[in-house]
């Protein structure tokens, strides 16, 4: 089993940072803070399967999980991920049991599923060095599914009961535009939805996961059993810390 599965599954907290800067040397950085995992978005930053390759490669040497959210839960996508070595996926606007199965079967070879065989060329394989790779690659890949709309909300219970799905993350940010609140993940009706929808993940026996709004956030939804926790980016941090700075110097305005 993926070992951040495993760990959710146990009820573990796994903190873990973003990683939007789409560069290898930063991620370095963050991998060896020591955070639980990290996750290298290729959503909304300008990523590509080859900074992905780098920066896994830089993160191999640390004790955490890179995941990996890809612009979009398609098949190609989800297949080059896999191959270049990622073996947990963060799958964006997940709005069904039906669009859960498709992710799923996507992560799978056949017979369990469709994902493409390239097994001899795939960094995932060790080249081809393993042999059992076709067989039992399904075993070690960990698929969070990304709750953010109000489709995806009344759909908890449907895409927790499909077999493959290891847990679910809920995104402040686009559920808070969905609810009709953009750009105020903080509103009472934004809080209330994700109250409501970490009880449902959780009663429907799924780890639950969560992007926290800030320290204090995420200590609240540790403490209602949210197991993987979100507690910033790499983005934030340079862009505070040189504001911070340079406003010790020099008057903000």
Not at 68 to 75: D, G, K, M, N, Q
Not at 104 to 119: D, M
Request: hydrophobic residues 50%; contains cysteine; charged residues 15%.
């Amino acid at each position: 089993m993926n070992p951040l599965i495993a760990a959710l599954r146990q009820g573990r907290p796994q903190i873990g940072l973003w990683q939007a800067l789409a560069n290898a040397y930063t991620a370095e950085i963050c991998a060896g803070a020591g955070f639980d995992w990290l996750l290298f978005d290729g959503e909304h930053s300008p990523n590509t399967a080859q900074t992905l390759l780098a920066q896994l490669q830089a993160v191999a040497p640390f004790a955490l999980e890179p995941v990996a959210r890809p612009p979009i839960a398609e098949p190609a996508i989800i297949k080059q991920y896999l191959d270049i070595g990622f073996r947990a996926l963060l799958a964006p606007m997940v709005e069904s049991g039906e669009q859960a199965r498709r992710i799923v079967a996507a992560t799978r070879f056949p017979p369990l599923g469709v994902r493409g065989v390239a097994s001899s060329t795939s960094r995932a394989s060790g080249f081809g060095a393993d042999a059992r790779y076709l067989a039992t690659a399904h075993e070690t890949i960990g698929l969070i599914l990304q709750i953010e709309s109000r489709q995806g909300l009344a759909a908890i219970e449907a895409i927790a009961a499909v077999e493959g799905v290891d847990a679910l993350f809920i995104g402040p940010a686009d559920l808070a535009g969905a609810l009709g609140h953009l750009g105020d993940p903080r509103h009472p009706v934004v809080q209330a939805a994700i109250d409501d929808g970490v009880r449902r993940i959780l009663a429907a026996g799924k780890p639950a996961g969560v992007f926290a709004l800030d320290a204090e956030d995420a200590a609240r939804r540790i403490a209602q059993g949210v197991s993987l926790v979100s507690v910033g980016t790499d983005i934030g941090l340079l862009a505070n810390g040189a504001r911070a700075l340079a406003g010790r110097f020099k008057p903000q305005g």
